[in-house]
């Protein structure tokens, strides 16, 4: 059957209420082992950073119309995530957090669906999500809630060349107001919102009830998709330059979006790539972090691991790329306190995640940054004694060459093909790597380094 056939013969059927053979297995029970998928396996993260507003978005347009009053956040309106599953599988569960929330946020009117465009879902794709059998959940300060697992019969056939690339829209309605809205500022994705009091609006496949765009994620940290057992998931842990800053918007053209294309070429799809970087983020600071204390980089990468890296489903190799926030004059960190806090935080991953393969990844230059709390050089002498603390320690099972992929010896900063800004244009501020940065990182990754051969 012709691909594209087989696509709308698929959302066909499902519209009909009639799944094919492996939809019907996947929809039954609730074990991710239906259909022939083992287990779970995380294919796609946001990772949460601290209460809106505070942050690092890119490409942000004006935020006054979905969100009048931040301290009242989200008020009885819908939002429509738009986000690129790196695996995908016939059945998915959601992660909503409140981590940061001061109130109890009350969700309902959650679905999930194939992303069409704009803010629309594909007819017939949008599958009602429920959490412990009932349609709404109610999340505590501080806390997250997995839904219960959803049929995605669009998805049965997971392998399918046709979904490598496919986006996901996941719907769900804020009983609000909700108090401050724990989020991703960084998504250099567009999604969408409805206006305050609109109510649930997320059974809607069309577009008209989602005016209103927004380029970060909220609430949602994590999707999870039954895969077969042993599917290893790869998490790139990291600052802006994990996260994307001066990527393409709508692109997914981040390094790990790049090392993810090239390491399901080589595993044939039988891997899952997330993205755990917060813009600002630095592996040691700040000492305090908490919704009365919110910082743009959000919580600490030791804060952090537990709910972004150790309470994922079926990690096998984390990627660490973190350091240049640390030595910049907002984080003011010692040599020998980041090489503290890596050493510290390998050994909590290894005791965490029996096996686990970690990858250290050389900090890229920030030399001459136009950027005041970077590119001086004392931050790039601390830069450079981390980058041989990562090649020589012996601390990592392997080495990330960023640094090498991305420096100009002749000058000590990036070169001058990666500086320009691809997100929003411009000359760039020399410490964010470009499109073309971006691109030689994740091809400067062997794919055997992250995913061994067995």
């Not at 942000?60 to 986000?83: N, S, Y």
């Not at 994590?222 to 842990?237: F, N, R, S, Y």
């Not at 960190?333 to 965490?352: H, I, K, P």
Request: include cysteine; hydrophobic fraction near 40%.
């Amino acid at each position: 059957m012709d691909r594209r056939m087989w696509l709308h013969a698929t959302l066909a059927s499902a519209t009909l209420g009639v799944l094919p053979a492996a939809a019907q297995t996947a929809a039954g029970p609730s074990t991710p082992g239906s259909g022939g998928a083992g287990s779970w396996a995380t294919a796609w993260t946001g990772s949460a950073q601290g209460p809106y507003p505070v942050g690092n978005p890119s490409a942000q347009p004006d935020q006054r119309f979905a969100f009048p009053d931040p301290a009242e956040g989200a008020r009885d309106q819908t939002f429509r995530l738009v986000l690129r599953p790196d695996l995908w599988g016939p059945r998915a569960r959601l992660r909503f957090s409140n981590a940061f929330g001061t109130r109890p946020l009350r969700l309902d009117g959650v679905f999930a669906g194939l992303h069409w465009g704009g803010a629309a879902v594909m007819p017939g794709s949008n599958r009602p999500v429920l959490f412990g059998g009932q349609p709404g959940v109610t999340v505590a300060p501080g806390g997250e809630v997995w839904s219960d697992p959803v049929g995605l019969p669009f998805a049965a056939e997971s392998g399918h060349p046709l979904l490598a690339g496919r986006k996901l829209a996941v719907s769900f309605h804020v009983a609000g107001p909700s108090g401050p809205m724990t989020w991703h500022a960084k998504a250099l994705q567009t999604s969408y919102v409805t206006p305050p009091g609109a109510g649930a609006r997320g059974a809607e496949e069309g577009e008209a009830a989602f005016p209103l765009s927004t380029a970060s994620w909220f609430f949602l940290d994590a999707v999870d998709m039954a895969a077969p057992a042993g599917t290893p998931v790869v998490v790139c842990l990291g600052d802006s330059i994990t996260d994307g800053t001066a990527s393409t918007m709508n692109g997914d053209d981040r390094w790990p979006d790049v090392l993810s294309r090239r390491l399901h070429a080589a595993l044939d799809h039988r891997v899952a790539v997330v993205n755990a970087g917060i813009g600002g983020n630095q592996v040691v600071g700040p000492r305090e972090y908490g919704p009365d204390k919110p910082f743009p980089g959000g919580p600490s990468a030791l804060a952090r691991l537990q709910r972004d890296v150790i309470g994922l489903s079926g990690v096998a190799t984390v990627v660490w790329l973190e350091g240049t926030n640390d030595f910049s004059r907002n984080g003011n960190a010692t040599l020998d306190a980041v090489r503290e806090g890596m050493t510290e935080g390998v050994r909590r991953l290894r005791a965490a995640i029996p096996g686990v393969r970690i990858v250290g990844a050389t900090v890229t230059s920030a030399l001459g940054s136009t950027s005041a709390a970077h590119g001086h050089a004392e931050q790039d002498e601390k830069r450079r004694g981390l980058n041989d603390f990562i090649r020589q320690s012996g601390l990592f099972d392997a080495v990330a060459e960023f640094d090498r992929a991305t420096l100009d010896p002749a000058t000590g900063g990036l070169r001058e093909e990666m500086i320009p800004d691809s997100t929003t244009g411009g000359k760039g501020d020399r410490l964010h790597p470009n499109r073309a940065g971006y691109l030689a990182m994740g091809m400067a990754v062997e794919p055997p380094s992250v995913v061994p051969a067995r």
